[in-house]
């Protein structure tokens, strides 16, 4: 088992920054591919952005590339997620998760992923 504990979302005008952060406690030692999704009132859940097991692979929804950045700090097992140029329309809440799958690729389906967090809101004021 792997618990996900997100932190840093919070309130930003448009064109600011935010940097989120996923704690993993648990079953770390083993490897596991990561990602960000969100979900707004009344919509899907969206994957936004994700890293390989292996970390050798990234991928980021259209929406958001360029101006959101994955990383992961296998120390800390923690990952982030560098939000810059936000946008009225990526306010939502904002999840981490895990996948055990071992694939060389970034899963974009939240039902790929074994675990997640709590969630937290992400707030883009214009």
């Known amino acids: 088992q792997v618990q996900l504990v997100e932190s840093g979302g919070g309130l930003a005008q448009a064109g600011g920054s935010l940097r989120l952060s996923c704690a993993a406690s648990?079953?770390?030692?083993?490897?596991?591919?990561v990602g960000w999704f969100r979900q707004a009132p009344g919509m899907d859940r969206e994957f936004v952005a994700g890293?390989?097991?292996?970390?050798?692979?990234?991928n980021y929804a259209d929406s958001v590339k360029g101006r959101f950045t994955i990383s992961r700090d296998n120390a800390k097992n923690t990952v982030y997620l560098q939000m810059n140029s936000l946008k009225p329309e990526d306010t939502a809440v904002y999840y981490c998760?895990?996948?055990?799958?071992?694939?060389?690729?970034?899963?974009?389906?939240?039902?790929?992923?074994?675990?997640w967090g709590q969630g937290t809101q992400v707030t883009v004021s214009s």
């Open positions: 998760a895990a996948t055990s799958q071992i694939r060389p690729i970034v899963l974009t389906s939240p039902g790929s992923y074994d675990y």
């Open positions: 648990g079953r770390t030692s083993s490897r596991y591919g």
């Open positions: 890293r390989s097991w292996s970390g050798g692979t990234t």
